[in-house]
């Protein structure tokens, strides 16, 4: 996947980014998608059913960038590092039944087919994710280019210590 890429003030790290398979690229693809997910994540957090709120927690993202170009980049219910690791404690009540926590959240936006025994939960709130990134498309933006814009700065810094180091030694072996 070829990006085309024009950074002023920066120029060593044209090259380096260039394309995105170098390192640096997808370190840099990774850092604004996943700030971009977080906003469309604490979207999806505000806009769930006061019921459900509890189960609000569960919301995370992931970002996977292979080498051979395949970028996956996700943000819903239970995706992430904490998926499935977040403690929720039941309210008794006298329907039974497990309740709407963080691990079932999906039946309550997305509904089940007909069961045997529970018959068939109809979707509570369909196009939860979809809303979510509509209303906060702006936002993301600005956050994703200004996630990268300090990810290339610091960058850049970290590249000019490396230089000015590597000059300082050069001067050391020439004495």
């Known amino acids: ?15 380096e980014l260039q394309y995105l398979h170098t390192k640096a690229g997808r370190q840099l693809a990774r850092i604004t998608l996943k700030a ?14 006061p019921k459900v709120k509890e189960a ?6 992931r970002v996977t960038i292979y080498r051979q170009n395949v970028t996956r980049a996700k943000v819903g219910f239970n995706v992430g590092k904490n998926a499935r690791k977040l403690s929720f ?9 497990v309740g709407i926590g963080p ?3 999906h039946w ?23 809303d979510a990134a509509r209303k906060s ?3 993301v933006k600005a956050v994703m280019a200004r996630a990268g814009k300090s990810y290339l700065a610091a960058r850049a810094k970290k590249i000019k210590a490396k230089a ?5 030694m050069a001067a050391q072996k020439r004495r």
Request: glycine share 12%; charged share 25%; aromatic share 2%.
């Open 108 to 130: 309550y936006i997305t509904g089940t087919k007909e069961r045997i025994r529970s018959g068939t939960m109809p979707a509570q709130q369909p196009g939860l994710a979809a």
């Open 137 to 139: 498309l702006s936002q």
């Open 1 to 15: 996947m070829r990006a085309s890429v024009s950074v002023s003030g920066v120029e060593i790290m044209v090259e």
């Open 56 to 61: 609000g927690k569960s919301v995370g993202s």
């Open 36 to 49: 971009g997910l977080n906003v469309i994540g604490k979207q999806m957090q505000r806009d769930l059913d």
């Open 89 to 97: 404690k039941r309210k008794r009540t006298s329907k039974g039944g």
């Open 103 to 105: 691990r079932n959240i």
């Open 164 to 168: 000015a180091k590597a000059r300082v």
